[in-house]
């Protein structure tokens, strides 16, 4: 695969974690770049995604919690998570897609990015 996320835990409510995504050679990396969650039984969303310009986007079911940045250097895109709440358990997966707008890329479906998925890191949440 393309990319390979890490740094999915467990956190008390209210915690924070940061994840890291990965991008191989194999991806450009000036691409789009989004981060997705998927909590058992529910349908893949998007929560964040930053374009080549750094614009970011944010779900409002994160927005004001969750800050995505990309580094070209490293060829990495990260999600801090702050203030983490009991519904945002669930395996997070990053991707890429050729979007110039991070706002428009957010607002399509996940499965319209690409086919290209990672294994995902696993959040939870406890009370």
């Known amino acids: 695969v393309p990319y390979v996320e890490s740094g999915g835990g467990s956190v008390q409510t209210g915690g924070s974690l940061t994840l890291s995504c990965s991008a191989t050679s194999v991806i450009d990396f000036d691409y789009c770049w989004g981060w997705f969650r998927q909590a058992p039984g529910e349908e893949r969303e998007g929560v964040a995604a930053?374009?080549?310009?750094?614009?970011?986007a944010y779900s409002d079911s994160v927005a004001g919690r969750f800050n995505i940045t990309r580094d070209a250097v490293k060829r990495t895109v990260y999600l801090q998570m702050t203030a983490l709440e009991p519904n945002d358990p669930g395996i997070y997966y990053c991707?890429?897609?050729?979007?110039?707008?991070?706002?428009?890329?957010?607002?399509?479906?996940?499965?319209?990015?690409?086919?290209?998925w990672g294994q995902g890191t696993q959040v939870t949440v406890s009370e």
């Open positions: 991707a890429a897609a050729p979007y110039r707008s991070a706002a428009h890329a957010l607002g399509d479906s996940w499965r319209t990015w690409t086919s290209l």
């Open positions: 930053i374009d080549f310009d750094r614009n970011a």
